[in-house]
């Protein structure tokens, strides 16, 4: 299994872990060791450092003074944690959390408090939120959330093997899409949902943000993407829970990462990264530009009053 377990399909690390009777998780913590040459403490004991680095993100990431040098994120997590505390939030302290912990470790990143890709750091809060709102909301153990983090990374694997992680090569779909495919195999799994259990969630999680473009207002990782890690930590607490339920998705997840590559490769360049398309284009995200570096930017409206402006 050592030498067999490949890092090329979700349809396979499910069925090897079916075969053996035995979570993903397993499976990769072994053949991570073996590949390694390093005992499967040594390994764990990385991954729990990271978790680690994940969980101090929440308290500094939730202080009401946080700014960004460019003063356009900051304080949306202190106002999220605060209607979670007050009974004030629609959805409980479950998805609440989630919440505002995708966007204390969003926008700790944006302030430069400390940078977690997971897998990108435009996409950093999504796994590090599910995970710690089910250590914390849920009492799941920190053992049982760190191997959930190996899940995770095999599906994050996966995705950049078969397609892109990269916002500039995928759209937002590739970063936001696949932290929340990685966070709903990692609740899954978490949950003791089964290996194929697993592997619908990654489909459904990633088919749901299929198509999501890239379009950083200003060319910074603060708007929209702060927003859209609270947006996929929700997606991934829906997937999870669809998959839980028995749920399955008509399109195998294999299929579904495949999908999401063809979908990026047939993106506009505006769409990617470049800031030049989507809400980037939009002439309060040009005024936010101005606002930010002081001049305007290249190929701004001309305020020709089209859009009312």
């Known amino acids: 299994m050592k030498d067999q377990l490949k890092y090329d399909s979700i349809a396979a690390l499910a069925a090897a872990a079916a075969e053996q009777g035995r979570p993903i998780s397993e499976l990769v913590l072994c053949q991570q060791a073996a590949q390694l040459e390093r005992t ?28 960004s040098a460019s003063g356009l994120s900051g304080g949306d997590a202190a106002r999220m944690r605060r209607a979670v505390e007050r009974g004030q939030n629609l959805t409980g302290p479950v998805l609440g959390g989630a919440l505002y912990r995708a966007l204390a470790v969003s926008e700790l990143n944006a302030a430069m408090g400390r940078v977690v890709a997971a897998p990108t750091a435009g996409s950093c809060g999504i796994l590090p939120a599910a995970l710690l709102t089910m250590q914390s909301e849920k009492g799941y153990s920190e053992h049982a959330c760190v191997m959930a983090l190996f899940t995770a990374s095999a599906v994050g694997m996966v995705i950049t093997n078969a ?14 899409g696949s932290a929340a495919a990685m966070a709903a195999a990692a609740l899954t799994e978490l949950a003791g949902g089964s290996p194929d259990q ?26 929209p993407c702060i927003k859209r890690n609270a947006a996929g930590v929700a997606g991934a607490f ?3 829970e669809l998959a839980l339920a028995g749920i399955r998705s008509a399109i195998p997840a294999d299929e579904v990462i495949w999908a999401m590559k063809k979908v ?6 505006a769409l990617k990264e470049t800031a030049e398309g989507g809400l980037a284009a939009t002439p309060t995200a040009h005024r936010l530009y101005e606002q930010v570096f002081g001049r305007p930017a290249e190929g701004a409206c001309a305020a020709c009053g089209g859009c009312g402006r």
Not at 44 to 63: H, K, L, N, S, T
Not at 264 to 269: F, T, V
């Open 40 to 67: 499967e403490q040594q390994v764990y004991d990385e991954m729990r450092g990271r978790f680690a680095v994940m969980a101090a993100c929440i308290q500094p990431g939730c202080d009401e003074g946080l700014r």
């Open 163 to 176: 397609a892109s992680v990269a916002g500039a090569q995928g759209g937002c779909q590739a970063e936001c």
């Open 198 to 223: 697993v592997a619908q969630a990654v489909a459904i999680a990633l088919k749901n943000i299929l198509g999501l473009v890239c379009d950083p207002v200003a060319g910074l990782v603060e708007i």
């Open 238 to 240: 829906v997937a999870a």
């Open 264 to 269: 990026g490769d047939a993106m506009s360049p």
